[in-house]
Antibody
Framework: QVQLQQWGTGLLKPSETLSLTCAVY????????WNWIRQTPGKGLEWIGE???????NYDPSLKSRVTISMDTSKNQFSLKMTAVTAADTAVYYC???????????WGQGSLVTVSS | QSALTQPRSVSGSPGQSVTISCTGT?????????VSWYQHHPGKAPKVVIY???KRPSGVPDRFSGSKFGNTASLTISGLQAEDESDYYC??????????FGGGTKLTVL
């Protein structure tokens, strides 16, 4: 059974950098795609980006300039960094697995990130 | 890329059927058979109920079904039950290894 457990900074000031990490239990990274998705109060779910086992990452075009997704295969973890956050980045952030097809089957528990001065 | 368009809310009585639409473009919904649907209860992680437009993961009741015509995908829930009350989101592959979600639909079981 695959489990994703995530953690990171919950309260940020505008212009700071958001940092979240997701640990994968129950399987290795091979063959799957590891994603970050957020839920904002006004816009619902929003896909942020993903990384493959080879380390290749793809991002939503509107966030691409501020987002980096990386992975540490030795720890079975992947991470999200988002620079220059604003109040519009306040959301619940989820890590998730895309099993080689175009849907998400396992999700982390969600992390509330609030951006406020 | 713009979010897919879903109705803000739908409702139905127990036992009835409801359909939630998800409208995109030929660059996403209309261009690929990679539409998925998620049930999202507040405070919980989303749960996939349909993938690849029509496929149902194991454990999801056959009351949930999906379809697509042109640039619009649909999720139909038949035999509505109280526990189906939730938010529902569609998601589509959008080319260039990107995905896009819909704005979400709140389903109320009357």
């Amino acid at each position: 059974q695959v489990q994703l457990q995530q953690w990171g900074t919950g309260l940020l000031k505008p212009s700071e950098t958001l940092s979240l990490t997701c640990a994968v239990y129950g399987e290795s990274f091979s063959g799957d795609y590891w994603n970050w998705i957020r839920q904002t109060p006004g816009k619902g779910l929003e896909w942020i980006g993903e990384i493959t086992q080879s380390g290749s990452a793809n991002y939503d075009p509107s966030l691409k300039s501020r987002v980096t997704i990386s992975m540490d295969t030795s720890k079975n973890q992947f991470s999200l960094k988002m620079t220059a956050v604003t109040a519009a980045d306040t959301a619940v952030y989820y890590c998730s697995r895309r099993p080689g097809r175009y849907y998400f089957d396992y999700w982390g528990q969600g992390s509330l990130v609030t951006v406020s001065s | 890329q713009s979010a897919l368009t879903q109705p803000r809310s739908v409702s139905g009585s127990p036992g009835q059927s409801v359909t939630i639409s998800c409208t995109g473009t030929s660059s996403n919904v209309g261009g690929y058979n990679y539409v998925s649907w998620y049930q999202h209860h507040p405070g919980k992680a989303p749960k996939v109920v349909i993938y690849d437009v029509t496929k149902r993961p194991s454990g999801v009741p056959d009351r949930f079904s999906g379809s697509k015509f042109g640039n619009t995908a649909s999720l139909t829930i038949s035999g509505l039950q109280a526990e189906d009350e939730s938010d529902y989101y569609c998601c589509s592959y959008a080319g260039s290894y990107t995905l896009v979600f819909g704005g979400g639909t709140k389903l109320t079981v009357l």
